[in-house]
């Protein structure tokens, strides 16, 4: 076998395990026009206290919604100072390679990212977008909802 052909072969193979692994999981991988929603930040289920925020602030719920035009947008619910609403927002544009997402957002004018396993992703969402002064939080979504 030419040299040339002994290099292309693994290249081939591994661009149909490729395909295949993207086909066996499903359309929905495919169409990411869809909302996920937040269960848990720094592995604690909400409300979430979120510590050292420039005001008293709890997040109740959250959702990330990205669209098929590659741009993303996430709000999250809860009380600032007692009073019911939204507590933060964030969005930009999104990109995935393999399994992990890139984040950039618009909002903050930097990327962070999140890593795709199965139906949830897991993030390393910046403080400054939740009032914090804390550098990341470690934050889960899944899909719907």
Not at 125 to 134: L, M, Q, T, Y
Request: charged share 15%; proline share 5%.
């Amino acid at each position: 076998m030419p040299r040339t052909m002994s290099r292309l072969i693994p290249s081939m193979f591994a661009t149909a395990l490729l395909v295949a692994l993207l086909a066996s999981c499903g359309s929905d991988l495919l169409n990411l026009d869809q909302q996920w929603s937040l269960q848990t930040v720094r592995d604690t289920t909400l409300p979430y206290t979120v510590p050292n925020a420039s005001h008293d602030i709890v997040i109740n719920s959250a959702v990330a919604s990205l669209h098929s035009d590659n741009t993303y947008s996430t709000k999250f619910t809860g009380t600032s100072d007692g009073s019911a609403g939204t507590v933060g927002t964030d969005v930009g544009e999104w990109s995935i390679t393999s399994s992990v997402f890139t984040f950039h957002s618009t909002t903050l004018g930097r990327d962070y990212i999140a890593a795709l396993v199965g139906n949830t992703f897991r993030g390393s969402v910046p403080g400054e977008i939740i009032s914090s002064s804390d550098p990341f939080f470690d934050m889960v979504f899944s899909r719907g909802p």
